[in-house]
């Protein structure tokens, strides 16, 4: 937790961070972790779940996908793909207003 919580203070409200953005994705499926090892017997499990992917007071997204689907998408047209395009769009958008912001400061 010590880890967690120097980084959230490297994101605070001064310095050169003040302006950061985090947002935290996490799977909401569990994996067939056995498919690495070769064991199809071993249970599905969560290895980015809610707990360990997020930040707290930070905005936190649940994809319906599994560990190793995460960074993969069908199409534009899929709904994970279209949560995580929105929150990146958003992201650049407010980058950029925060920048202007800045340079009238």
């Not at 909401?28 to 779940?49: A, S």
């Not at 809610?50 to 936190?60: D, F, H, I, K, V």
């Not at 190793?68 to 709904?79: A, V």
Request: some cysteine; aromatic content about 8%; proline content about 6%.
């Amino acid at each position: 937790m010590d880890v967690v919580n120097g980084f959230l203070g490297l994101c605070g409200t001064k310095g050169p961070a003040q302006h950061m953005t985090l947002q935290c994705f996490y799977e909401r499926q569990p994996t067939k972790v056995g498919w690495m090892i070769d064991n199809e017997e071993l249970p599905k499990e969560f290895m980015v779940d809610e707990t360990s992917g997020t930040l707290p007071g930070r905005m936190n997204h649940g994809l319906t996908l599994d560990h190793f689907s995460l960074k993969k998408f069908p199409g534009p047209e899929d709904g994970n793909f279209i949560a995580v395009a929105t929150v990146i769009k958003e992201l650049i958008e407010n980058a950029v207003d925060d920048a202007t912001m800045i340079r009238k400061e």
